[in-house]
């Protein structure tokens, strides 16, 4: 197999791993923004681009985003002692049990349909989350699925880290337009203006050291807990 046709294959590879389509239900999770759009604090295209704009900078997906490339780096070898503790930290780390539950339903159903399409990865997994069952996986955090799938899949480190933000900024503006709402031309301004924001975070991200792991992430932390309270919800956090 040449270089083009390896290149290809990855390029598909990491174009279905960051798909909206993918079915991990993460279009049904607002994190916290149907809270913070009911409460008017964000009640516009403007608002909403400066609340993700600040997100990305140093809110939690920041820190998310960090632990997804180490277990892709701990899946080379792969060492299953750093992606156990990962998995175990970023579990922790989640402020809501909302956000915790999200995080472990996206990253099973992740896991398990990464096993349906090669099977060969799912002792890796397995091993990852401690478990010897399927069911198991309901404790596999998202972001580190997906770094343990991106590496499997021998995706690049550097598009993976671009994607994953990709993919995250892409769930939440499509929480966004449905909620305001907004048109879908403007939820594309709105990514097509994060880019820059996107660009920077993904260079900055393997630099992070262990004790940059931090996110001033307060706004979120409380509107996702007030989500159950709200009268009518379009989502599950």
Request: aromatic share 8%.
């Amino acid at each position: 197999m040449n270089l083009e046709v390896q290149d290809n294959q990855r390029l598909l590879r990491l174009l279905q791993l960051a798909s909206p389509l993918l079915p991990v239900g993460g279009y049904s999770y607002s994190e916290g923004l149907e809270g913070l759009i009911s409460q008017g604090i964000i009640q516009d295209r403007v608002m909403l681009q400066a609340w993700i704009q600040r997100e990305l900078q140093v809110g939690a997906i920041r820190v998310e985003t960090a632990i997804m490339d180490r277990a892709y780096l701990a899946g080379i070898e792969p060492n299953l002692e750093r992606l156990q503790y990962w998995n175990q930290w970023l579990s922790a780390a989640r402020e809501t049990e909302e956000l915790r539950q999200q995080s472990w339903q996206m990253g099973g159903s992740l896991t398990k349909l990464a096993i349906k399409l090669t099977p060969k990865i799912q002792d890796l997994i397995t091993a990852t989350v401690g478990g010897a069952s399927v069911q198991e996986y309901r404790h596999c955090n998202y972001a580190i699925a997906f770094g343990i799938i991106a590496q499997y899949w021998q995706i690049d480190r550097p598009t993976t880290i671009a994607a994953y933000l990709h993919s995250w900024v892409t769930n939440y503006l499509g929480a966004g337009v449905k909620l305001i709402p907004l048109g879908q031309t403007a939820g594309q301004q709105i990514l097509w203006e994060l880019q820059g924001e996107i660009d920077a975070l993904t260079q900055t991200i393997p630099h992070l050291a262990d004790d940059d792991l931090y996110a001033c992430s307060w706004g979120q932390s409380l509107a996702s807990m007030q989500h159950e309270t709200l009268y009518s919800r379009l989502f599950r956090s």
